[in-house]
């Protein structure tokens, strides 16, 4: 009787040690590791603006990758237009968001992904009435491209 009671014992203490190994071959949890993208830029969840009267900017961050990514979730019922300018208001890219549309994204490359360059996004309406713009909007830096 002693001797099951003792095997007992014994394969429960075995099986605890087994655990032992996979905890303690687990990395420790870095919480900005592998998370993407690394630099979140610009976010705003809730536009509301005029047609062209909205303008909002932001910095990249030098060396936080050459990929741009710009969303738009329009919640308005016209399309509309979302443009991305450089510092010098030059015009880099844009694309047309339609209504009730989600996850809707554009890309740009950054020429000079090592330095911080300031950027520009322009919201028009595309509709015949002008409306007012109602949306959701963010932009953010990746090191590899978002779109592969």
Do not use: H
């Not at 949890?29 to 998370?35: A, C, H, Q, S, V």
């Not at 911080?116 to 009435?129: D, I, K, M, R, V």
């Amino acid at each position: 009787m002693k001797t099951k009671r003792f095997l007992s014992l014994l394969l429960a203490l075995v099986m605890s040690l087994s655990l032992t190994a996979p905890a303690f071959a687990a990395e420790p949890d870095d919480g900005d590791e592998g998370i993407m993208p690394l630099a979140q830029l610009y976010n705003d969840d809730y536009i509301s603006a005029e047609s062209g009267y909205y303008r909002p900017s932001f910095t990249t961050t030098p060396g936080a990758g050459k990929y741009l990514r710009v969303w738009f979730r329009n919640k308005g019922t016209e399309p509309v237009v979302v443009t991305l300018l450089d510092s010098t208001n030059k015009y880099l890219t844009s694309k047309t968001f339609n209504p009730g549309t989600s996850e809707e994204t554009f890309l740009y490359i950054i020429p000079t992904p090592n330095k911080a360059c300031t950027f520009y996004l322009t919201f028009e309406s595309n509709g015949p009435s002008g409306e007012q713009i109602t949306g959701q909007a963010a932009a953010a830096q990746y090191t590899y491209n978002p779109g592969n």
